[in-house]
């Protein structure tokens, strides 16, 4: 059988799942979960030694340290996959939910009710943990699931795969209603972006390029995890003892994440009293700065920022620095170079942080915090399927909720239209 | 200036625009709504002779008549418009309201507040009452719009949105807010499709063939309002008088709308004592009966449906009849032939009802009543920019509310993570 054949065979099967995980109980799916979870543990080994295979390999292709970090599987991060679906199971099931109850004048009741979205594709690089979470987050949310992991990952994914289905069976759901696309070449996403009889959603989930590639090329609605370049503007009215530290926590605390802070925007007046003693702080952790002709004058280890820098999603321990005439040119800035995901303002004055509120348009906008709060745990949604810097659907951290959509339910006893 | 040019212009323009009119009071809008009223009442004269040039040319080219009668714009259809802008200025600002707020352990107030869009692209086709409907609804609701109409109605919309714009101005409200596309170019939609960094959803709105067009090409999110196949199943514990009357309603009263029903679903226990009442209430209201084997048997005046009847929209005095064995059967059915608009059960049975309401995978889903009822009036939400078939961020009629997305923001003393 072809790929083709097998892709579509998946999904028309997936949608067929769809319809019956729809309706299953809370208590099912929760039992199903705490199985899942249970299976990890008990197959760590066995999980270890798949694992082991897609090191080899990528080691053997030369793929570098980072890589190989997010791809590797050990008995800390099984439990930690294990513990993720014990507390999606505790979480509170949307699905069913009245979001909206109208007696209209004729005597209709219109129910406006939550539902799952129906079949849901990931695809994914090489974090063999996103192969849990996904389908710990669809099968309580109702949804079913394909999956397509990067092919460096892909004894791990079989491996984590089988175990959580074989729970699937024990508890009598279809077995269709999670799935793996085995098929490591890179046609079987493109496939899988044309079935939109039968896919509802995508989600990609991974780096700038395979992020570019599914937008590019899906026929099915995409939400997209994009980039985190993240901004705080520290204003002339900030309280500089707070900046410094929400600054440092920004940058430094897992540089790494996309809520993490990439660009410093410095009103003018703080150049002398904050701006140095930032800095001191920021390099004295391993920051390296790369900054605008006024602070490499008064900076000697700041290099000079080029325009690409301003759109540069670092991850890393790299900062930019930018020093703005006031709140106007720092909404500029952000304007022109954000990329939707989290900015803050630090200020005492109500009326700039009330104006940063509502001028920057972005998932996540916050007055005297550190933007590595926008998370779904942080924001109490349990769990999260990423951070969406699309506007249409969800925004921000996806939780199960953002998993759903909505149908009416109308009652009438035999209402007509005149 | 080349069409790509222009056509790019607009949009950035339109973007800048809507960052000012997402922060523009309630009242300011509501003024420009009445101003915009009043001016389409003024100026009535005007715009039928405008109108009359498009019907004109449409007329040369031979168009259908029902192409001409959508396309005339006459004193009745003009009040209608302008009413249609007071209403839209009557309804509550959706911008602004906080729809959740949480106070974290750790002190963090987060509010989730809604938000317009951004800029919302309209393509559609020779329906003039769309440009002034579009700006209503995209203007309340905080929208910056792009409309891009059909070629024939081009005199028509450029002489309603000169009118509109000009209140526009008068309440020193960016006029970039509301745009219209003159190229009546074919490509000028691929350009608009591929703005993804300045339009954030585009609505098409006119026939399948646009509409598939639309979404095969989009760069930009689509929200689609397709076909409307809908059914009424008539069960074998039904209320056979009530489902007498709401079948015939569903169907003759108003045929040509998406909302009316298509195909019949008759249980076989019906097929003697309320098919052949029902069918001749039908056929005596000029209703074309296609239909299975088993009625067409019975009913001399029935054509055998093909194959591709059941998934035809009629919008026209045409049935598909179809008898099914059970509840199972229909439901296969409708899975397989609907479009995920609306359908209803006519029942007594309320495990029956619970069953098709839960099964049933359209936007609105009814029992015991007309799925004529499938519209933003109907339903309480004032106004509607149609009917969405699509599952992400809108389903079913799609008011102002359906017209925003949210934003986090976030109230912090200092917080940061650890």
Known sequence: ??????????AKKAKKASRVLAVVSETVKNKTLLCMADSLIKNTAGLIRANEKDLHQAKRRGKPSAFLDRLVL???RIAQMSESLKSVATLKDPVGEVIKSTRR????????????????????EAR???TSDSIGLCLKSGNAVILRGGREAINSNIAIFNILRRCLVKYKLPPAAINLVKSTDRKAIDILLSLKEFIDLVIPRGGQGLIE???????????KHYKGICHIYVDNQADLSLARKVVFNAKVQRPGVCNAMETLLVHQA??????????????????????????????????????RDWSTEYLDLILSVKVVRDLKEALEHISRYGSGHSDAIITENRTKAKEFLT???????YVNASTRFTDGYEFGLG???????DKLHARGPMGLEELTTYKYEIFGRGQIRS
Chains 1, 2 share one sequence.
């Open 1 to 10: 059988m072809d790929n083709k054949q097998e892709i579509l065979n998946i």
């Open 74 to 76: 050990n008995e800390k």
């Open 105 to 124: 004048p004729n005597g209709l009741l219109i129910k406006k009710v939550r539902v799952p979205i129906g079949v849901v594709a990931i695809i994914y």
């Open 128 to 130: 063999p943990g996103v």
């Open 213 to 223: 590639l599914v937008e590019r090329k899906s026929m099915i609605p995409v939400i």
């Open 270 to 307: 703080l150049v002398r009293e904050f701006l140095p003693i930032m800095l001191n702080d920021l390099q004295a952790a391993g920051v390296e700065i790369r900054a605008d002709a006024q602070v490499c004058k008064m900076n000697k280890a700041a290099k000079r920022a080029t325009e």
């Open 359 to 365: 001028k920057v348009d972005s998932a996540c906008v």
């Open 383 to 389: 769990a999260e399927m990423g951070i969406s810097t």
